[in-house]
Structures are given as C-alpha cells and as structure tokens.
C-alpha cells in the first residue's frame, strides 16, 4: 500500500501560520514568568510521521533568549508554523517545563490554527508517561488562555 501523500498547503497559507507562529511566541513567553524554560513540541504529521522540537528560553522582565542555535530554533519554529498551519500536521501538543521554585509543567494543544490549554488531566498523563530529568516530582500546571491577536485571518479548521 503506498504511503499517503502529505498536502502541501498554499503560500498564503503558510505566510499566515508563520504570523501566528510568531504571535504565539509573543504570547507565550511572558506567560510562563521570569526564568528558564524548556518548550517541547510533538506533532504527528497527516501521514503518521511523528516529529518533536525542543527550544530552551531564558525569561527575564523585558526580554527572553534562546538557549539555542538559530538552526535549533528554526526548526522549532518551523514545527509549530506548521502545526498552526492545519493541513500537514493532524495532531500536536506544547508542554512547557520550568525548573525554577519547583519543576512544574503546563501544556497547550493545537486546534483551529492556535495554541489553546490543555485538559490538566491529559497533560498529567502526557508529562508522567515522559522520562523524568530530576527526583522531584513535576507539578501539573494548568495552562493560561494564550490571546489570539486581532486582524489576524483566522484559518479554516
């Protein structure tokens, strides 16, 4: 049987993911506070390939970095456009670790073109089914609502 055939979505398509993918960054890193975070992003494309990016920020009050390669990062980058994308990827999940004052976790799902918070009892079972780095047992943290921004196109779902 072949393999099915990934759909390759239009220009204008993949322009509005990419400004969403931005955006959602935008939103995202003040959300999760001052300190070091680590972003992991799995994705399972439409046909069935399973793909994961990871990305390490430093939150500071007026600005956050990388902790990364500008490779490392783009590839993260281009995951999560994809993912908001809507057509090459059926399914993916942002879980946000931090280690400062505990190891807690909090998790978005991809629906309709955005980041929307996931169920904490589907995140609990997502991060404790995930090798753990530390003794310490990592709090499940609900995830903040991430604000869509205006004038954006919403994509169709």
Not at 19 to 42: F, I, K, M, Q, V
Not at 65 to 92: C, I, K, P, W
Not at 117 to 127: C, F, G, K, N
Request: glycine share 6%; hydrophobic share 40%; proline share 7%.
């Amino acid at each position: 049987m072949p393999e099915p055939e990934l759909l390759r979505p239009d220009n204008t398509a993949t322009a509005l993911a990419m400004g969403r993918a931005l955006h959602a960054l935008t939103a995202l890193l003040p959300t999760l506070g001052e300190g070091s975070h680590a972003l992991n992003l799995n994705a399972e494309r439409t046909d069935g390939t399973q793909m994961s990016a990871d990305l390490h920020v430093s939150v500071e009050p007026d600005s956050w970095h990388v902790d990364h390669s500008a490779e490392e990062y783009g590839q993260f980058y281009m995951l999560l456009t994809f993912a908001l994308e809507n057509n090459t990827v059926r399914d993916a999940v942002l879980i946000a670790t931090t280690t400062d004052a505990g190891p807690r976790a909090c998790g978005w799902e991809v629906r309709a073109g955005w980041l929307h918070p996931m169920d904490t009892a589907e995140l609990h079972q997502t991060v404790t089914s995930m090798p753990a780095d530390d003794a310490a047992p990592l709090v499940v943290c609900h995830a903040p609502a991430l604000h869509y921004p205006h004038g954006m196109a919403k994509e169709r779902s």
